[in-house]
């Protein structure tokens, strides 16, 4: 066991495997299957949890979380699936409650941090679907909520989950292992496509840092000669990071304030911008001035591309709550040593902004490139209704 | 002697519109040097000459309306593309036709033909030439970029012998930011012009209203170098200058001189102190109470609008916007918490959070642009861009000392760079532009100004006439101010 506890081989009634085959994307640890349960396994299954739980909450300052999005997926992904191989439960119901009450805490551990509530419910999906094929009945079938079905049938209900199949647990970690596998690959299926929306001598526009968007302008500076214009981002400057990135790979950059975000706007031929939530309704949820660069391109009629990859899509709608913005220190806005006044002024210190969709042109995803009208159709796809509220 | 010379050889050959450049240019020099009283006297004169005679809007020229000075014409003033009225066989038949102005230097810095000419007045001057700084960004290629860092004081010797203390002091001022804001920088050299003025001789054998004029021409020149002039001093300068030449030549030396300094103390009370006055008090009807007031920036005249408003006890908050690299908001928050108006204070990239509570938009103007363009500090074109998209109503305000008849229409032609090391910021102990300038492929830009179309500016408020006018009538103005004088 990687936590260096002692194992007593000895004891009777334990039966213990070890089985590295299973589980090729882990940390050197490997991970004990066990038919029986037994005191260590639970113990590290919480543990690794509350690890996973302390690390989200220290993420949560403006600067973005310790680590980017993709790599959270990926993790909230492999921890979904210990516990789907690790946990008690003896029926998809079961192990649905139980993923669903550790996404819950998850969520509540850093609620702005959307892919993570996107993971729990793709895996929730994942159960279904699997569930479905081992009933028997079609998946089409079960697609199609359709009011006819809704209104007749009362939809499916919660106890069409308590039968047991017994290759259930291994159909669902088998699939889960899939969408790792397409997880790892989202930004290089993403930067596949530069060479198709970037010509040579184009001046493209971005704003803040996007691993995303740097490994696509990586490529395509491959084969194309062009300019990139950043902006910087305050407070916190992220896009000086992009800038200095960019430029080491040859890339001609120019970094600019986010006061001249609309001055030079009119010289820009395409702005290409990465963003943290994609919404329900097509719209984004990105780092703040990421509105107003989304103007300015509207004004000038410059195509405003997204490239996020599809975990980041996520089933809640902008108005629907008050926590759709999180704010930060005003210290990085009025630093302490504007004593005199900060005890008598409002500093206000928001992470983002929401840019509606008619503003948007084009999502560039790991699938390929759609427009902001079509989103609601890949997110009935990917998550079932049922667990839009976990 | 020497100019009928020149008027007479311009006279001989006929010439229509702008087919011979070459003797436009001799005409012209030899017509700003004398008021138009000289001119007319020699144009009644002739017989069957066509004399083309352009209506310069140049900044040097202006304020001088051609028609009213010249008998018996009666054609309009600031003529563009005007046929004057023909005259009987003993009068002159005149066409008037706009020109293309002169150029300034500091937007022709890709022209190294400019540079060589700059450099030569500048050594002829006794100036020295200030050396750019930093790799620029190639659009911005035609204009200069500075490190502060270098004074153009540090190659001047102290005490100098060309420049006067008074005016090497202001540079300074200017170059390092201590003095900013076009209203501070105009009363600065006002200022300092009087000092001169004070200070100033008369050298024998020569008169007061062309050796002063001469004088002052090296430390504009020394300005100029220090950071560009800004629109608002373009115009006091060319008010002096207008004073200075009309100064009869029987006039005493004392009397010349204080009559100078009054007229200087006269401006500065009408244009900037007067107009203040009159601006808040129309300004003061469109606040209502229970308003929240969105400003950006420093500006002197919305700073003052809004003490003015809050003494007369309207209730309203407002929110200060800011931006890197000056963080000038900061300096307008202190004087509005002073008075003790409650404030909010944000970063510009947070505006599309706070403008659903904002009710109205109030921006100063570096400049307002003869095609209704307002020229401002960088990043007002956005406030008024995303402040449209809300709905909410944006008043510009700006004295009428700072409408100029440039046109511009985008902020790539005309603007001003700043020093490119002022971007760099150190954050949780990383600088990660610290070295940029070893990068080749990497540019810093940092730009001062940026014009706001007219269609984002719902009312502009000035101190002439009713006070509120939309943006599109700046032109109209100017022409009033012009029969004015």
């Known amino acids: ?390 | 002697r020497e100019m009928r010379k020149d008027l007479a050889k311009s006279l001989q050959s006929p010439c229509f519109g702008g087919s011979e450049p070459g003797l436009q240019t001799n005409f012209f020099s030899s017509v700003t040097s004398f008021s138009f009283d000289h001119i007319s006297h020699l144009v009644t004169g002739k017989t069957h000459h066509l004399l083309n005679i352009c209506s310069s809007i140049d900044t040097t020229f202006t304020d001088f309306p051609l028609m009213p000075h010249i008998a018996g014409c009666g054609a309009q003033t600031g003529g563009r593309n005007v046929l004057v009225n023909r005259h009987t066989v003993e009068k002159v038949t005149l066409f008037v036709f706009s020109v293309v102005k002169r150029l300034p230097e500091h937007i022709q810095v890709d022209n190294p033909d400019v540079l060589k000419k700059l450099a030569k007045k500048l050594e002829r001057q006794q100036i020295p030439l200030r050396m750019d700084y930093g790799y620029k960004v190639s659009l911005f290629s035609h204009l200069h970029q500075y490190s502060r860092k270098a004074p153009l004081t540090q190659q001047v010797s102290i005490p100098s012998t060309v420049i006067h203390p008074a005016v090497v002091r202001l540079g300074l001022q200017y170059s390092q930011g201590i003095v900013t804001g076009s209203n501070a920088r105009s009363v600065a050299l006002l200022h300092a012009f009087k000092q001169v003025i004070r200070d100033y001789t008369t050298p024998p054998n020569e008169e007061l209203s062309r050796d002063l004029v001469n004088k002052l021409k090296p430390y504009i020149s020394f300005l100029n170098q220090c950071r560009p002039l800004s629109a608002s001093m373009g115009n006091a300068i060319k008010y002096i200058k207008k004073e200075i030449s009309n100064i009869p030549s029987q006039c005493k030396e004392e009397e010349a001189k204080s009559k100078l300094l009054n007229c200087i103390e006269c401006y500065i009370n009408e244009k900037i102190i007067l107009a203040a006055k009159a601006i808040a008090k129309s300004a003061i009807e469109k606040i209502s109470d229970g308003d929240v007031i969105l400003i950006y920036g420093c500006s002197s005249l919305v700073n003052h609008i809004l003490c003015e408003a809050f003494e007369k006890s309207r209730k309203f908050r407002v929110i200060v916007v800011d931006s890197r690299p000056r963080l000038e908001g900061r300096e307008a928050l202190r004087r509005l918490v002073q008075k003790g108006i409650s404030c909010t204070y944000v970063l510009i990239s947070a505006v599309s959070y706070v403008l659903p509570e904002v009710s109205k938009v109030f921006l100063g103007a570096h400049a307002l642009l003869a095609n209704g363009y307002v020229m401002s500090r960088v990043g007002t074109s956005q406030i008024a861009l995303v402040a449209k998209a809300f709905n909410v109503p944006v008043l510009v305000c700006c004295e009428t000392y700072k409408f100029c008849e440039r046109v511009q229409t985008d902020s790539f032609v005309s603007n001003e760079l700043d020093d490119p090391d002022d971007l760099i910021v150190t954050r949780k102990g990383k600088t990660h532009l610290k070295d940029w300038q070893e990068v080749p492929s990497l540019g810093l830009l940092n730009l001062v100004y940026d014009v706001t179309p007219p269609d984002f500016v719902d009312l502009v408020i000035t101190d002439l006439g009713l006070g509120m006018i939309p943006c599109t009538s700046v032109p109209v103005v100017l022409r009033v101010k012009n029969v004015d004088q």
């Open chain 1, 1 to 390: 066991c990687g936590h260096g506890k002692d194992v007593n081989l000895s004891q009777k009634g334990q039966i213990i495997g070890l089985s590295l085959s299973a589980q090729p994307y882990f940390d050197s640890t490997p991970c004990f299957i066990s038919t029986m349960p037994g005191p260590y396994k639970e113990t590290d299954l919480t543990e690794r949890v509350e690890a996973f739980l302390s690390d989200l909450k220290r993420g949560g300052s403006g600067t973005g979380p310790l680590r980017g999005s993709a790599e959270t997926a990926r993790e909230t992904t492999a921890l979904l699936r210990r516990i789907t191989a690790q946990a008690r439960w003896s029926s998809a119901g079961d192990l649905m409650e139980i993923i669903r009450k550790e996404g819950r805490r998850m969520i509540a551990a850093q609620p702005s941090e959307t892919t993570v509530g996107n993971m729990v419910r793709r895996v929730l999906k994942i159960i279904r679907e699997e569930y479905a094929r081992s009933r028997g009945s079609s998946e089409e079938a079960d697609q199609q909520e359709s009011l006819h079905k809704l209104l007749t049938s009362g939809g499916l209900s919660e106890e069409n989950f308590r039968q047991h199949f017994v290759a259930l647990k291994a159909n669902v970690i088998e699939v889960i292992n899939e969408l790792l596998t397409e997880l790892e690959g989202t930004t290089d299926n993403i930067s596949m496509q530069a060479l198709e929306h970037i010509h040579s001598n184009e001046v493209i526009m971005t704003i803040g840092r996007s691993r995303t968007v740097e490994a696509f302008l990586k490529d395509a500076a491959r084969k194309r000669k062009f300019h990139v214009i950043v902006a910087e981002c305050a407070p916190f400057c992220q896009g000086h990071e992009m800038a200095t990135s960019l430029s080491k790979d040859g890339i001609e950059t120019t970094v600019i304030t986010d006061a001249a975000i609309f001055a030079v706007m009119s010289r820009v031929n395409k702005v290409i911008i990465g963003t943290q939530t994609v919404l329900a309704n097509g719209g984004l949820r990105a780092v703040n001035g990421t509105h107003t660069l989304a103007l300015a391109a509207k004004h000038h009629s410059t195509p405003l591309i997204v490239c996020a990859p599809m975990f980041k899509l996520s089933p809640q709608f902008p108005n629907e709550e008050d926590t759709f913005h999180k704010f930060v220190s005003p210290h990085e806005v009025l630093p302490f040593t504007e004593g005199e006044i900060l005890s008598k002024v409002n500093a206000h210190c928001p992470v983002f902004d929401y840019v509606p969709p008619e503003l948007i042109t084009l999502f560039i995803s790991n699938i390929g490139g759609h427009a902001p009208s079509y989103i609601y159709r890949l997110m009935s796809e990917l998550y079932h209704p049922e667990d839009h509220e976990l």
